[in-house]
T-cell receptor, first 119, second 113 residues
Framework: DTAVSQTPKYLVTQMGNDKSIKCEQNLGHDTMYWYKQDSKKFLKIMFSYNNKELIINETVPNRFSPKSPDKAHLNLHINSLELGDSAVYFC??????????????????FGSGTRLTVV | AQSVTQLDSHVSVSEGTPVLLRCNYSSSYSPSLFWYVQHPNKGLQLLLKYTSAATLVKGINGFEAEFKKSETSFHLTKPSAHMSDAAEYFCVVSGTGGFKTIFGAGTRLFVKA
């Protein structure tokens, strides 16, 4: 029973295309996140959602649009994909009940990642 | 301002020998500190966390870490390395009350047979 699940696991697409990554958590957590991991393994926060509301948008291009239909789901839609978007995207969730940032005392539960390759 | 520094980008040990992965942090307040492990092509898994309780924290798979405020360190140790410990390890500083979550750059652990 996967706690945080992402689909797809791999995504190969051409420049200029639009793609979506889906994330679902069954932990009952209120807060969900999208992180981007580059080729050097550096992790950077992209978005934080608390109970379906956007909390953090950390200098991410407008081509990236998160959508949270309910607190168990946080999807990421990317328009007009560029070569530089190639990375591994991780969804995560945490127990924080309310948050105005992405700080945590509980830690995150991560999904297994989506490796996006733009050619 | 917060920051976290993992002092080694790579650590190589032989199977059965101790593991030490070093992490220093900077924070104006008492932070929460975490270690995560990432095996190749996998997501990050929480190993252990410190949140102002006992300074010696035990985690999964035999790992432990000690919070030393005077040294602003949170080093990860394991008495005896196993081949399955080969992975990337991330030290993280966070905590509510105006903190952000900051990931270290990672330490790649190699375990030789």
């Amino acid at each position: 029973d996967t706690a945080v699940s992402q689909t797809p696991k791999y995504l190969v697409t051409q420049m200029g295309n639009d793609k979506s990554i889906k994330c679902e958590q069954n932990l009952g957590h209120d807060t969900m996140y999208w992180y981007k991991q580059d080729s050097k393994k550096f992790l950077k926060i992209m978005f934080s959602y608390n109970n379906k509301e956007l909390i953090i948008n950390e200098t991410v291009p407008n081509r990236f649009s998160p959508k949270s239909p309910d607190k168990a789901h946080l999807n990421l839609h990317i328009n007009s994909l560029e070569l530089g978007d190639s990375a591994v995207y991780f969804c995560a969730s945490s127990q924080e009940i309310s948050s105005n940032d992405w700080a945590t005392n509980y830690g995150y539960t991560f999904g297994s990642g989506t490796r996006l390759t733009v050619v | 301002a917060q920051s976290v520094t993992q002092l080694d980008s790579h650590v190589s040990v032989s199977e059965g020998t101790p593991v030490l992965l070093r992490c220093n942090y900077s924070s104006s307040y008492s932070p929460s500190l975490f270690w995560y492990v990432q095996h190749p092509n996998k997501g990050l898994q929480l190993l252990l966390k410190y949140t102002s309780a006992a300074t010696l924290v035990k985690g999964i798979n035999g790992f432990e870490a000690e919070f030393k405020k005077s040294e602003t360190s949170f080093h990860l140790t394991k008495p005896s390395a196993h081949m399955s410990d080969a992975a990337e390890y991330f030290c993280v500083v966070s905590g509510t009350g105006g903190f952000k979550t900051i990931f270290g750059a990672g330490t790649r652990l190699f375990v030789k047979a």
